[in-house]
């Protein structure tokens, strides 16, 4: 008998085709549509997680990591925007891992849940708006590279605190970021850098930053209008419980990116990604930090599910 190659779908195909969850019922891709005066459209009234599952080939298991976390991290903020999420955190993560299951995933995926300000209507405010809810995935390698990153310091200052939610995912604060990310890009380096309105270090354009001076790791303080992300709690963890080294959280000035040993991103796209270069001076030697390698290799065998001793941050999806 003469058997057939599976047929591959090219990623726009895959994507049309899968499965996603949106307002209370599981749909296609293709099939889950908005208007174009849908509130959050026009003026970025939405919220959203980015979660990341990794595939084990050993185990042919798929492994998603601080599933209720970040759904616990997605509520909080649904607050703060004036919106409800019908769901419980337990029914949140049993529809992620459905979806999972139902687009047959066998590699590195996300999950990208959105709840968004939906009536299609022309006028700003969060309240006395009707809101919708979906779940997306899709598969997902690396966001940023792992093996060395070039960044600039950006003339674009992070949003302060007092003038938007800092602290929660919310659309339309990511302008900022792109106007940062797309000014690195376009100046021909891999990310940016960005500062606080008194001019210390916040973050990149979607990552938080530690850096390694003197033998101290050190990292932004909340205060300094970061997103408290997962990533970097995680490997805050980490570092302390695993490697004995606690991690100090204060303000950095720019001039301490220039003098550090090492510098390097934590987030769950660019999971824990080294920094070589800022303003084209190097970082160190130029080449990737020893302890920034340590945790990114620890990093990985936690979330692929090869070290045991952090299996209960992980849900298994078959």
């Not at 019908?86 to 047959?104: F, K, T, V």
């Not at 939610?165 to 792109?178: E, I, Q, W």
């Not at 990310?181 to 008194?198: N, Y």
């Amino acid at each position: 008998m003469t058997q057939t190659a599976p047929v591959r779908l090219d990623a726009a195909t895959r994507r049309e085709q899968s499965w996603v969850f949106f307002n209370g019922a599981y749909t296609h891709y293709a099939d889950a549509k908005i208007g174009l005066l849908t509130h959050a459209l026009n003026y970025g009234t939405g919220i959203f997680e980015g979660i990341r599952a990794y595939w084990n080939v050993e185990r042919s298991q798929l492994y998603v990591l601080r599933l209720p976390e970040h759904f616990e991290r997605m509520l909080q903020n649904a607050r703060t925007m004036q919106m409800t999420i019908p769901h419980s955190i337990p029914e949140l993560c049993a529809i992620s891992m459905e979806l999972l299951r139902r687009n047959e995933y066998r590699e590195d995926s996300y999950i990208r849940p959105l709840c968004f300000k939906a009536d299609e209507i022309i006028g700003v405010k969060l309240h006395d708006v009707s809101d919708s809810f979906a779940i997306v995935t899709a598969p997902m390698g690396p966001y940023v590279g792992t093996e060395g990153i070039r960044t600039m310091v950006s003339s674009w200052r992070r949003i302060d605190d007092t003038m938007a939610p800092v602290r929660t995912k919310c659309t339309g604060l990511y302008v900022n970021s792109a106007l940062a990310k797309s000014e690195a890009l376009q100046a021909g380096f891999d990310e940016a850098i960005m500062l606080t309105h008194d001019g210390h270090v916040a973050e990149g354009s979607a990552e938080n930053i530690f850096i390694v001076r003197k033998g101290q790791v050190i990292t932004p303080p909340p205060s300094d209008n970061i997103l408290e992300g997962i990533t970097r709690q995680t490997v805050m963890h980490l570092m302390l419980e695993e490697m004995g080294v606690e991690v100090l959280e204060r303000s950095i000035d720019r001039t301490e990116l220039y003098n550090s040993d090492e510098v390097f991103f934590v987030g769950t796209g660019a999971q824990v990604a080294p920094v070589v270069e800022v303003d084209r001076r190097a970082v160190g030697d130029g080449e990737p930090g020893p302890l920034t390698m340590r945790l990114q290799s620890m990093y990985q065998g936690v979330v692929s599910g090869k070290d045991a001793k952090y299996l209960d941050w992980l849900t298994p999806v078959y």
